[in-house]
T-cell receptor
Framework: QKEVEQNSGPLSVPEGAIASLNCTYS??????FFWYRQYSGKSPELIMF??SNGDKEDGRFTAQLNKASQYVSLLIRDSQPSDSATYLC?????????WGAGTKLIIKP | EAGVAQSPRYKIIEKRQSVAFWCNPI?????LYWYQQILGQGPKLLIQ????????DSQLPKDRFSAERLKGVDSTLKIQPAKLEDSAVYLC??????????????FGPGTRLTVL
């Protein structure tokens, strides 16, 4: 049974601070990792993906991957109230995604 | 580039009635996914099509759910008869790559189903 685990939250972060979202996965052979953002009542939208160990930066977002620890994280710098959403971690398996339940992030003004 | 289209956006039915959802993927995307998302949970894959063939329907409740993707483009998902526990958001997603590789999935707006 392939699993993706996320803390459900809510994670409350002050505006302007760094938000850190974490995800662990069970399949050691996984090669691709995705972070999606889902606003309440909306569908998931891709933030970024990462395939290689290390960090990948895109604007205020940084994805970090550690395959040895089976751990992937998403950092959001200079958090804004508009970042308040549920963040879904998804891990690739063949041509499917195995989804976590998401972490609810609340940015406090 | 137009995104994934879904209709209807909302549907309210009574239990034991039937309902159908429609999805039009991004042009050229070979793979189409139907997901069920219950509040507070991640998306659950119901069925995956590659062109007009079924790749995976292992989590589709086949006694009541059916889906088809005629001509490898549009797809419909049907529930008959509906149960209270089918109340959820039904998401359609598509991806470009086919066969063996994990590619980015793009989602439609979803259909929120309420079964009374």
């Amino acid at each position: 049974q392939k699993e993706v685990e996320q803390n459900s939250g809510p994670l409350s972060v002050p505006e302007g601070a760094i938000a850190s979202l974490n995800c662990t996965y069970s399949d050691r052979g996984s090669q691709s990792f995705f972070w999606y953002r889902q606003y309440s009542g909306k569908s998931p939208e891709l933030i970024m993906f990462i395939y290689s160990n290390g960090d990948k930066e895109d604007g205020r977002f940084t994805a970090q991957l550690n395959k040895a620890s089976q751990y992937v994280s998403l950092l959001i710098r200079d958090s804004q109230p508009s970042d308040s959403a549920t963040y879904l971690c998804a891990v690739g398996w063949r041509d499917q995604l195995i989804w976590g339940a998401g972490t609810k992030l609340i940015i406090k003004p | 580039e137009a995104g994934v289209a879904q209709s209807p956006r909302y549907k309210i039915i009574e239990k034991r009635q039937s309902v159908a959802f429609w999805c039009n993927p991004i042009s050229g995307h070979a793979t189409l996914y139907w997901y069920q998302q219950i509040l507070g949970q991640g998306p659950k894959l119901l069925i995956q099509f590659q062109n007009n063939g079924v790749v995976d329907d292992s989590q589709l409740p086949k006694d009541r759910f059916s889906a088809e993707r005629l001509k490898g483009v549009d797809s419909t998902l049907k529930i008959q008869p509906a149960k209270l526990e089918d109340s959820a958001v039904y998401l359609c997603a598509s991806s470009l790559v086919q066969g063996g590789d994990t590619d980015t999935q793009y989602f439609g707006p979803g259909t929120r189903l309420t079964v009374l």
